[in-house]
């Protein structure tokens, strides 16, 4: 029997009094302050830190910082659409790998807003305003997981 019958993976989306950490890869920069600004939707009441990085490949060494000032969520944004090469592959898969292995050694819920897209107009479609930008979804997922975590680990 859990000793939380009342906790639901889905927890409430209050960002109130949480240190988040957003990073946002610059390339396909278009996209991705579209899902930054999605992201912002739902933190704003947060304290936010917001650091941009070349690409989706560097994101989790910043993630692995931000969690090392003091963030309690972050929220890792990025767009890698298909090329003519196998590198969209690797990178989708390195970099998201390595924001699972960020997450699990640190014990930091993230919120994945990395799109891996093989038209960049799937890409613009996630990134609009609206109820499906999946900047917005990662920041939710990112939130609630926090308030999950703090419920459990208290």
Same mark, same amino acid.
């Given at each position: 029997m $859990? !000793?939380?019958? &009342?906790?639901? +993976? +889905?927890?409430p989306v209050d %960002?109130? &009094?949480? =240190?988040? &950490? /957003?990073?946002? %890869?610059?390339?396909?920069?278009?996209?991705?302050?579209?899902? +930054? %600004? &999605?992201?912002?939707?739902?933190l704003g009441d947060a304290d936010v830190e917001v650091v941009w990085v070349s690409g989706a490949f560097e994101l989790p060494v910043a993630a692995q910082a931000l969690i090392s000032g003091g963030c309690e969520a972050i929220v890792a944004l990025g767009?890698? /659409? %298909?090329? !003519?090469? *196998?590198?969209?592959?690797?990178?989708?898969? !390195? $970099?998201i790998r390595g924001l699972q292995d960020v997450m699990l050694q640190t014990g930091v819920p993230i919120g994945l807003g990395v799109l891996t897209v093989r *038209?960049?107009?799937?890409? =613009?479609e996630r990134s609009i305003p609206g109820p499906n930008n999946k900047g917005k979804e990662a920041a939710e997922a990112a939130v609630r997981t926090a308030r999950l975590l703090k419920e459990l680990r208290s």
């Open positions: $859990s !000793e939380h019958p &009342g906790t639901e +993976l +889905l927890g %960002a109130a &009094g949480l =240190k988040v &950490g /957003v990073v946002v %890869a610059a390339y396909n920069r278009e996209i991705t302050e579209g899902l +930054l %600004a &999605g992201a912002q939707a739902v767009a890698v /659409v %298909a090329g !003519e090469t *196998d590198h969209y592959e690797h990178l989708a898969r !390195e $970099s *038209d960049i107009l799937h890409a =613009k």
